[in-house]
């Protein structure tokens, strides 16, 4: 009854610090995560994959909409400018921006949208080249209906960047899983109706996404308006959106590119590509993203108040949990990499469950960095500079399009996609994190964490090397009983969760007698001077 009501406590709130809101965020991601492996595990089990290679094609054009102009207006612009206003006490200012942003957002989401769906049919034929006709024209009308999700997303992003200025992060955190839930749901119609049901119930779950952010919404002073006023602080989000959203653009560049290299490989593979990137990107949202978003509105604060000492507390401490939780991680995760893919993937044939393994191991490469490449552009954008991150991410992009265009041209598979992605991540963080080595006003604290480094690393070699003893004990326990076996699903997830115990038992008795510090800013949420 305890943990209930600090749960309730920790998402009822009206306010965040840092510490509360990272505990919720990390809390919700990994929920969030949980939900989105039981979605795929949905699909992969229950729809036939060259009919999601359909689903994943039909996503490219919507998710491209949805990312140049949400992600750019919302995550670089909005919450900054905003949360500078509030800190100056500008309520009443910072409600009228709002409305303005939705009522641009609004109209311009309908207008586009409309002129994509008359479109839809010329666009698809060049990014599903290859697909026969039947398939080609399936993905045209999924990718209509999912075009809807993207003005309902709209809505959600720009009150929840409203929400988290104020520091109201529960519905924010709660929405992905509504949203997810509500996936989940179409995925088991999906095996009476077709993806078709998975695509409504991506606009549904977009809906639910939005309407709980609505409802917390109205406890605030806020009240939804229609305001088509271009006022000054609406050309400073154009502004500082527009870079932002060139680097969108190019990321999603980058994915049409794989999808369109894919679409002329070997069947299941875009869906192979898709279903490792999943897996992967599980921990760069429940770490790097979730510790962003958290710190985000204190790194705007401080930074427009120039109290740059902590800035730099703040940051690094952020840099250092990261790397303690994912060195070991990324290690473990490579021992169990082949119990986890043929557990997620559920693949008929050994040859794409093999394909897929060498895939999962591609990808594990750029975790770390993905996860460094989303907190420093918080710290971009807190100094309101988003000309940086588009030049450095479309340069990174320019180098990922052109190692896959080759790779693919000279024979490749999916395997080497992955590579691509991250080639894209490695040469985005170094050239994140040199851009702002050059700004005299932030310390990274890179040299210092060279020891801690080699701390994590040993961590990691201590987690991986009890696992996999433990996956050779529980082989042999099952060839000397002549139960369960690897080859059945039950062996296989017994064999990964008595191993993921054991191991993961072992190296947190390690990090409580080592590493205190990083487990007392994690577990107590504490990575700045608020309480």
């Not at 036939?48 to 949805?66: C, G, M, R, S």
């Not at 529960?170 to 109706?193: E, M």
């Amino acid at each position: 009854m305890d943990t209930l009501r600090r749960f309730w406590g920790l998402v009822s709130s009206d306010s965040y610090t840092v510490k509360r809101a990272s505990a919720l965020l990390a809390l919700t991601a990994l929920a969030s995560n949980v939900l989105g492996l039981l979605r795929n595990l949905v699909f992969y089990w229950l729809v036939p994959k060259e009919q999601l290679d359909v689903y994943f094609t039909a996503f490219t054009i919507p998710n491209f909409l949805f990312n140049i102009i949400i992600f750019g207006a919302v995550s670089s612009a909005f919450v900054p400018i905003a949360s500078e206003m509030l800190a100056a006490k500008k309520e009443r200012e910072t409600n009228e921006l709002t409305n303005q942003l939705l009522s641009w957002l609004t109209v311009l989401f309908i207008c586009v949208s409309i002129i994509l769906m008359l479109a839809m049919g010329p666009l698809m034929h060049l990014v599903a080249h290859r697909f026969d006709a039947p398939r080609l024209e399936e993905t045209i009308g999924i990718s209509r209906i999912l075009l809807v999700q993207s003005i309902f997303f709209a809505w959600s992003f720009t009150v929840g960047g409203y929400l988290n200025s104020t520091k109201r992060f529960a519905s924010y955190a709660i929405a992905p899983l509504l949203y997810n839930l509500v996936i989940i749901a179409g995925g088991f119609l999906a095996v009476h109706y077709g993806i078709i049901a998975i695509a409504w119930a991506v606009v549904a779950g977009s809906l639910a996404h939005f309407g709980i952010q609505y409802r917390e919404l109205m406890k605030t002073s806020y009240r939804p308006k229609l305001d088509l006023r271009f006022t000054p602080h609406m050309k400073e989000i154009s502004k500082l959106m527009l870079p932002r959203s060139i680097s969108q653009g190019t990321a999603q560049l980058v994915d049409g590119v794989y999808t369109f290299l894919g679409a002329g490989l070997l069947p299941s593979s875009i869906t192979i590509f898709n279903a490792m990137n999943d897996i992967q990107t599980m921990p760069i949202q429940m770490v790097g993203n979730s510790m962003a978003v958290a710190i985000f509105p204190s790194l705007s604060t401080f930074a427009s108040q120039g109290e740059w000492e902590k800035v730099n507390e703040l940051l690094e401490k952020v840099l250092r949990a990261t790397l303690f939780l994912l060195i070991p991680a990324i290690m473990f995760v490579y021992v169990v990499r082949a119990q986890i893919v043929r557990l997620y993937l559920h693949s008929s044939t050994w040859e794409q469950t093999d394909l897929a393994i060498d895939t999962f191991v591609a990808f594990l490469i750029g975790i770390i960095p993905a996860c460094f490449i989303a907190i420093l552009s918080r710290v971009f954008y807190a100094l309101k500079n988003t000309r940086t991150p588009m030049i450095l991410s479309a340069i990174a992009a320019a180098i990922a399009i052109l190692y896959a265009t080759i790779s693919i041209s000279a024979g490749g598979n999916v395997i080497n996609l992955a590579i691509a992605e991250s080639i894209l991540m490695v040469t985005q963080c170094c050239l994140y994190g040199f851009a702002l080595y050059r700004d005299k006003s932030i310390k990274l604290g890179i040299r210092s964490m060279g020891g801690k480094i080699m701390s994590y690393i040993f961590g990691g070699l201590i987690l991986s090397g009890v696992t996999w003893l433990v996956l050779q004990g529980m082989d042999w326990i099952y060839n000397s009983l002549n139960i369960l076996g690897t080859h059945t699903v039950k062996g296989l997830f017994v064999q990964l969760i008595v191993a993921s115990i054991i191991g993961v038992a072992t190296f947190l008795a390690y990090s409580k007698a080592v590493h205190k510090q990083e487990l007392q800013w994690i577990l107590r949420r504490n990575f700045s001077n608020e309480k």
